[in-house]
């Protein structure tokens, strides 16, 4: 008989290698089993740890967004001192050859 829902699940001969502890061998032949009540709490806790990776990471790029913001006006600033500098040159050599 077709099932009416699918299911899903991990083969605990692979899950062991990973997570021995939400594996379990029951006797008499030494049948591996799943214990899947375990594996909510790890999960839950490996999601909770990369939530905070990411909300760390996201503050890093915060923090390098801002600072590349602040680089950007100072090197506007510097550019258009850069400019008026050139004029003030021009018209400096401009005096100087008609000497």
Excluded: C
Aim: proline residues 4%; without cysteine; hydrophobic residues 40%.
């Amino acid at each position: 008989p077709e099932a009416k829902y699918s299911r899903y699940g991990f083969v605990a001969q692979e899950l062991e290698g990973v997570l021995p502890d939400v594996v379990r061998t029951l006797p008499p032949r030494n049948e591996k089993h799943v214990a899947y009540q375990d594996m909510v709490a790890v999960l839950t806790l490996i999601s909770q740890v990369q939530q905070e990776q990411l909300k760390a990471h996201e503050i890093r790029a915060q923090g390098r967004s801002e600072k590349l913001k602040e680089q950007a006006a100072r090197l506007t600033k510097v550019q258009r001192m850069m400019a008026a500098l050139s004029s003030r040159l021009a018209v400096w050599e401009s005096r100087m050859s008609r000497r």
